[in-house]
Structures are given as structure tokens and as C-alpha cells.
């Protein structure tokens, strides 16, 4: 799979352990706009998927999480690899810990009709809602997040995938 980009804060240097915590994105398009899941809480946009359980592989965990978090079931036979992109830095919770994450991003096809999300606690929480929105709405979001417990790079990872799927066509 191709590398889109790496976010690397080059800020670990006093680490002295690692936290490798993978994940799986899918990209559904409809009708010139993307599925994203909206967290209400917090007022940004985040791809559906998330993180990559012990015997899971990319695929298999993308598909799991889009259906968990958005509702959206994921046709197998129209997933293609798209890219992923590298992050790492020091941990936002221990200083001593290096975070680690690939996120692996799969363009698909989901069924028309969604079912019912299920969702984490933290996730309820936040009210992730699924939307169909354009591209810029979404950047322009996620470049102007307020207070939330998250690290911005994700904000800003989201945006630069939505920025090179618009560059190379996909809208």
C-alpha cells in the first residue's frame, strides 16, 4: 500500500518505550460527497473506521468499524486499497511513550440502505452521526476545532486525505 504522508512531530527523542496503535478508514463516496461520521460533541469529522484488533487484518477491521460507527455496510467485493498515512509522536498521556499509528485508508462501496450503529461509549458520548457532506465542509471543519481531548493531527490527517482524494480526481 502506498504512503499518502507521514506526520512525524520528531518530538520523542526522550522516549524510551512505544504504543503501536493501527487503524482502518473507509472512503465512500455518493453522489460527490463523502460519508463521514460527525462527532456533535466536539464539531469535527472523522473518516468511519478505527482501531486494528489482535488477529484483525486492515480490511476485516475497516469493514467491522464502518458498520459499528456509521451504519454503513461495506460491500467486500469493492474494497480497493487507497494509501496510508504514518504518524508518530510522543504521547499526549505518558512522556516517556512514543505513539505510533498507521492508518490505512480503503476506498469501498457500502449497501444504500445503513443499519443501526453500534457504538462505544465514548463514541454515544460525542453523538458520532453519520453525514454525507463535500470535501471542503469537512476541511474546513476540522482546521477549526475548538476545545476537544484530542490531538489535532488527527483533525488534520483527516483533512489532508480528503485534500489528495480531491487532487487526484475522486470529486
Known sequence: MRLLFEMDKKDYEYCTHRFVRNSARSIIIRDGKIAMIHSLKYDYYKFPGGGIENGENPVEAMIRETRE?????????TVKEYGYV??????DMDSSECFVQDNYYYLCKAEP????QNLDAYEAQETYTLEYVTPLMAIQKNRSVGASPYNPMMFEREARVLELLMSEGYF
Open 86 to 91: 504514518h504518524r508518530i509522536q510522543r504521547s
Open 69 to 77: 460507527e456509521a451504519g454503513l455496510v461495506v460491500k467486500p467485493e
Open 113 to 116: 440502505e445503513a443499519v443501526r
